[in-house]
């Protein structure tokens, strides 16, 4: 699979395991100017911003390692945006799903509140 293939496969992956959990989708890839946010979801009365890593088997860093200090900003920001654009006021988690894939299958590790803002 190609790096986008891959990307876009994980993102349906991660939106299918998420309402399957009981999420409820709000958007998927949105944007703010050059921003972009994987999946946005509400559970439980919590706005949730989900950030999809995908790799293939044969790489060897670790997803969540790919959510740097600057992606976290960038998310944040972003994050901001989309709240204030939809007039939200809910508590609000950034989670990151990774999804593997291997040649027959795929795994999938969901990490609740993987970073928090800082003030």
């Known amino acids: 699979m190609r790096k986008n293939e891959l ?5 349906e992956i991660a939106e299918n395991y998420l309402t399957g959990k009981g999420y409820k ?17 509400r559970q439980k009365g919590m706005l949730v911003i989900v950030e999809v890593k995908s790799r293939n088997h044969t790489f060897h860093v670790e997803p969540i ?12 920001n ?18 990151v799903i990774s999804v593997i894939f291997y040649p027959d299958s795929h795994t999938i590790d ?6 928090y803002p800082t003030l």
């Not at 972003?78 to 989670?95: L, P, V």
């Not at 969901?110 to 970073?115: L, P, Q, R, T």
């Open 7 to 11: 990307g876009k496969r994980g993102e």
């Open 25 to 41: 989708i709000l958007d998927r890839n949105w944007r703010h100017n050059a921003k972009e946010v994987d999946i946005i979801a």
């Open 65 to 76: 390692d790919a959510v740097t200090v600057s992606k976290q900003r960038y998310l944040i």
């Open 78 to 95: 972003a994050t901001d945006a989309y709240i204030r654009q939809h007039d939200i006021d809910y508590e609000t988690r950034f989670d």
């Open 110 to 115: 969901h990490i609740e509140g993987a970073f």
